[in-house]
C-alpha cells in the first residue's frame, strides 16, 4: 500500500535525531512529549520499519533510522527555504527590484517614494536608472528591468503597459506679470515666448492645437526635452513653460512659481511591465505606492 508521509511526523522524527531524546525534541518543537511519541509511532507504522530502539527510558536510533535522516534532513531543509521563500514573496521583503525611468520620475519623484517603500521593506534592494523613453522601452523589450516608466511608444508583443497621465502646471519666473492670476489660459500666453518640448514632440504639437482652439498663438523661444532644462530656462528668464506638476513641485524656490493651467493639459506616460514574465510581488507592492503618490499630481 502506498504510503503519503506527514510532515509533522518527519520533524519530529528530525527534531528526536538531532535533541537525541523525546524530551529534547518536545522543547525544540514546543509540543509535548505525548505528541512527539505519537509522531514518531505513526512514521514507524507508516514506515513499515523501527526507527528507534527503546532502552528504558532512551531511545537508540536504528541503522534504517541513519539512512532515512540523511534524505529526511535534506527534504526538511528544502521545504524550511520554500516556507521562507513563500514568506518572502507574500511580504514583498526580499528581492532585488530594477525600474528604468524617464527623467521626469528618476530624478525627484521615484527617490522619494523609494526612500519610504525601502525603509518599509529592509531586504529589498533596488536599482533606479534614469534614460529616455525610447531607451526605457528597449529595455523593458529585453527584459532587463522589472519597471520602466516612458512617454514614448512601444512593442506590445514584448511589453505590457498601464497608461498614466499627470496635469501640467504653468511655470513663471517670479515676478512674472501672470504670477498674481489664479489660473492661466491659452488666452493670457497668447504669443509670449515658451520653452518647450521639440516643435515635433505629441505634447508639443497637441499644445499648439489646444491654443489654436482658444485663439491664441503658441511661441516657441526655447526648445528642450526635460521638464526640469524648461525650468531652468524659465528661472533665468527665458518664457513660460507648462511642465508636469511633479517636476513644478520639485522646483518651488528656484526663482519660478506655478499657477494652474485651463483647459486641463497633461502629460501622458505609461508604466511598463515585462510581457514574458509575471509582475514580482516587489514590484506590485512598490506600484501601489507609486500610484497613491501620483495621485496627487492626476488634477
Request: proline residues 5%; hydrophobic residues 50%; glycine residues 6%.
Amino acid at each position: 500500500m502506498d504510503t503519503m508521509l506527514n510532515i509533522r511526523q518527519l520533524r519530529a522524527f528530525a527534531a528526536v535525531m538531532l535533541a537525541g531524546s523525546v524530551t529534547g525534541a518536545a522543547t525544540r518543537l514546543r509540543i509535548s512529549q505525548p505528541a512527539i511519541s505519537a509522531l514518531i509511532a505513526g512514521l514507524e507504522r507508516d514506515l513499515g520499519f523501527n526507527l528507534f530502539v527503546r532502552d528504558r527510558n532512551r531511545l537508540q536510533a536504528t541503522s534504517e533510522a541513519a539512512l532515512f535522516y540523511r534524505s529526511v534532513s535534506a527534504v526538511l531543509e528544502r521545504l524550511d527555504g520554500l516556507e521562507r521563500l513563500a514568506t518572502d514573496i507574500r511580504h514583498a521583503d526580499e528581492g532585488t527590484l530594477r525600474i528604468a525611468a524617464l527623467p521626469m520620475l528618476a530624478l525627484e519623484f521615484l527617490p522619494k517614494v523609494a526612500a519610504g517603500f525601502l525603509a518599509r521593506h529592509p531586504n529589498v534592494r533596488m536599482i533606479l536608472q534614469a534614460h529616455s523613453s525610447p531607451t526605457v522601452a528597449s529595455l523593458m523589450a529585453m527584459q532587463q528591468f522589472d519597471l520602466g516608466f516612458s512617454e514614448s511608444a512601444y512593442d506590445e508583443g514584448w511589453i505590457n503597459a498601464q497608461r498614466l497621465r499627470v496635469r501640467c502646471v504653468c511655470v513663471l519666473p517670479v515676478g512674472h506679470p501672470l504670477a498674481s492670476r489664479a489660473v492661466v489660459t491659452p488666452a493670457d500666453l497668447d504669443d509670449l515666448p515658451i520653452v518647450t518640448a521639440p516643435a515635433d514632440h505629441a505634447r508639443t504639437r497637441h499644445l499648439a492645437e489646444v491654443f489654436q482652439a482658444c485663439g491664441a498663438r503658441l511661441n516657441i523661444r526655447v526648445e528642450t526635452p526635460l521638464f526640469a532644462s524648461m525650468c531652468a530656462f524659465v528661472s533665468q528668464g527665458a518664457g513660460y513653460a507648462l511642465v508636469d506638476a511633479i517636476t513644478a513641485g520639485g522646483a518651488h524656490g528656484a526663482g519660478l512659481v506655478t499657477r494652474p493651467f485651463e483647459p486641463p493639459f497633461y502629460n501622458d506616460f505609461a508604466v511598463l511591465y515585462p510581457a514574458s514574465k509575471p509582475v514580482s510581488r516587489i514590484a506590485d507592492a512598490f506600484m501601489l505606492e507609486v500610484m497613491a503618490a501620483l495621485a496627487e499630481f492626476a488634477g
